[in-house]
């Protein structure tokens, strides 16, 4: 199974980046596909998830209201849609995938993609 991340880079404070996680290697419908970040000097927490058969959503408090996650299961990639970006966003954003509906603990999936780096000037 392999993760590849990507769309990650620089955004002034209320702006919007589109985060994107190519899934490949196995059949993803009874997964869920989530959203990491880990901040500098922070321990990586909890983003977003979506269930792949159904798409329900789950947000972490942090960011609902301003970032949307969705799947195109036909591709096997599941996005990220960050608005209204705040400096306390940056951090190296990680997808990753794990079986069932998920969870907002990192040891509940098993897949993790490479990291892509999401800065928010001020």
């Known amino acids: 199974v392999q993760l590849q991340a990507f769309g990650g880079g620089l955004v002034q404070a209320g702006g919007c980046l589109r985060l994107?996680?190519?899934?490949?290697?196995?059949?993803?419908?009874?997964?869920?596909m989530a959203w990491f970040r880990q901040a500098p000097g922070k321990d990586r927490e909890f983003v977003a998830r979506i269930f792949w058969n159904g798409g329900s959503t789950f947000f972490a408090d942090s960011v609902k209201g301003r970032f949307t996650i969705s799947s195109d299961n036909a591709k096997n990639t599941a996005t990220l849609q960050m608005n209204s970006l705040k400096p306390e966003d940056t951090a190296v954003y990680y997808c990753?995938?794990?079986?069932?509906?998920?969870?907002?603990?990192?040891?509940?999936?098993?897949?993790w993609g490479q990291g892509t780096l999401v800065t928010v000037s001020s």
């Open positions: 994107s996680c190519a899934a490949a290697g196995r059949t993803f419908s009874s997964y869920s």
């Open positions: 990753a995938a794990g079986i069932g509906r998920g969870g907002t603990s990192s040891a509940g999936y098993d897949y």
